[in-house]
């Protein structure tokens, strides 16, 4: 029994390490629009749902797709209904393994190996080198299956082994209970289903399970029990990220009731799919998770509500986004989208000082400034907070592209930052104008305000193409520079002459001056924004134009091969 268990430890091993190594490969090959349009891909429960089977698919993990949505949704990326059509596709498309794990691999495993070790180390391609690791990942996957058979084929001579393994069957419901609790409890354990599946479909492979109705129940508990990564992924997370893990753990829940229900049905269809006992297992854990999927898909809105009674929703949630889960570092690309959602946020703010700021200057009062001071401490947590997590985002295996827009991203947070040193520059010149009881007259204030009005305006400009990604308006806008620029020359000319010829107090012109340097200054921040977006919007273009280019010469070359 020594032997047997540490056999199936390191078989085990293997198998999940395997798993792990597979999938991040694979993430490496998913295509550029793919990764860095989560957005568009998920505008509807549909498209969720296929984004959820093709993720899942791909990482080889419900529970590491059920983490990334806990992540994307606590940094705001994505909304719980889109979430729970991801969902739905994530249980599908982590069959797969299963599918794959129940076929006879053993053969391939060496090859396997000896492949995926010769092109991920003799190959200068990353190309190359990632499809090597891909094979490598498969051929230990392979490898850990036939350690783990090997380890319990003595099992299969136990009369008390199997006739323990007998009792988790459907035809009672302690059977049911137990197979589903011990399952469920060595799931949540490892974190991978797939890795307390691969056990059972070894157990079948040796003979010591012959009966599907005795896999039913660890079937069940295995997708119960990989909801336990979603909920501690969750725990420090905001109430929409636990309303992702309680909507995969009600899914779960609900795949066991109809499971259940109609076991006469299943039983008799996996039957009838394949006589081997390990496809069987294979094709019954797909058929509930496609069964349950069509059976809540109409009833998706319903199934929110019902998540949201059980978590209500509270009016401060939106201010506790988290863009900066370390969880998110695993997909860069994702990482990136959620440091440019924190740039959004950043500029909303540095937006709302500016427009307090001229605003208060124009009415001549400080009682709306008084929040400035707030901002400002936001604004400059935001730039910290920012900067740590592209700092966090560069130690990773970045594209050019994606090197590119983190720096891009870096220089757009630290002009938001001075903006904001900015605005309590003009603060400062409105305090002083205060201090020193200055009335300025009509004409003084009616200047400052058309200053005001065409800064909020090319303020909101920059904040619409930021959010957007409206790169035909921040050409637009750029357009302007040079008659802004001759505006603002122009003005302060202007007054300058006014004190040389004693039309104006000095210490009421030197205030406006300071008031208007300022408002210059902040446009000119706005403009390397602009730039910035121009800048990373064509670097996408060539990143895209580079894909499509490496994928029609992979073509090219296997049409020719």
Known sequence: MIMVFLGLVGGLGLFVYGLNKTGKALQQVTSFRFRNQIEKLTKN???????????????????????????????????????????????????????????????????????????????????????????LGFGLIFLGLSVMKNAVSPLSESDIFKNFISDFSTYSFKGIFLGFLISTV?????????????????????????????????????????CITAFLASINSNRDSKRVALGHFIFNLASTAITLAFLGYLVDFVTWTSAD?????????????????????????????????????????ESRQNFFDLNLLDTPSIAISSVRKALVKMGGITRAMVRISCDGFVNNS?????????????VDKLQ???????????????????????????????????????????????????????????????????????????????????KEADVGLAENELKKKDSEKETYRTFIKELNRMIINHNIEPTKGMIIIDMV???????????????????????????????NREIDERLSSEYII
């Open 186 to 226: 060595i799931t949540a354990i490892m974190q991978a289903s797939g890795a307390t599946l691969g056990i059972v479909i070894a157990l079948a492979s040796v003979g010591v399970i012959t009966d599907i109705r005795v896999a039913i129940p660890l079937i069940l508990g295995s997708k119960v029990g990989t």
């Open 45 to 135: 429960v549909f498209l969720s749902t296929l984004l959820g089977i093709s993720v899942t698919a791909i990482v080889q993990s419900s529970s590491a797709t059920t983490v990334l949505l806990v992540s994307f949704i606590n940094a705001g990326l994505i909304s719980l209904t889109r979430c729970i059509g991801v969902i739905f596709g994530a249980n599908i498309g982590t069959t797969l393994t299963v599918q794959i794990i129940s076929l006879n691999v053993e053969q391939y495993t060496i090859p396997a190996i000896g492949i995926g070790v010769f092109l991920s180390m003799m190959s200068r391609r990353n190309s190359i080198v990632t499809l090597g690791k891909i094979i």
């Open 277 to 317: 006992i390990s496809r069987q297992i294979a094709n019954a854990h797909t058929a509930i998770s496609v069964f349950t999927t069509l059976l809540l898909f109409p009833f998706v809105k319903q199934y929110v509500m019902l998540i949201e009674f059980i978590i209500p929703i509270k009016k401060d949630e």
């Open 366 to 378: 400080l009682e709306i400034m008084r929040n400035i001071s707030r901002l400002e401490a936001r």
């Open 517 to 547: 340097y300022d408002m210059q200054r902040i446009s000119v921040h706005l403009k390397r924004v602009l730039y910035s977006i121009i800048r990373v919007n064509k670097a996408e273009q060539d990143a895209r134009a580079e894909t």
């Open 384 to 466: 910290q907070e920012i900067s740590d997590f592209i700092m966090e985002i560069s130690k990773a295996e970045l594209s050019g592209y994606q090197a590119f827009v983190i720096n891009s991203y870096r220089e757009i947070t630290d002009d938001f930052e001075r903006i904001g040193d900015h605005v309590e520059g003009m603060v400062e010149s409105i305090v002083r104008a205060k201090h020193e009881s200055c009335c300025f007259t009509s004409s003084n204030i009616f200047l400052i305000k058309n200053l005001r009005d065409s800064l909020v305006e090319q303020f909101n400009n920059v904040y619409k193409a930021l």
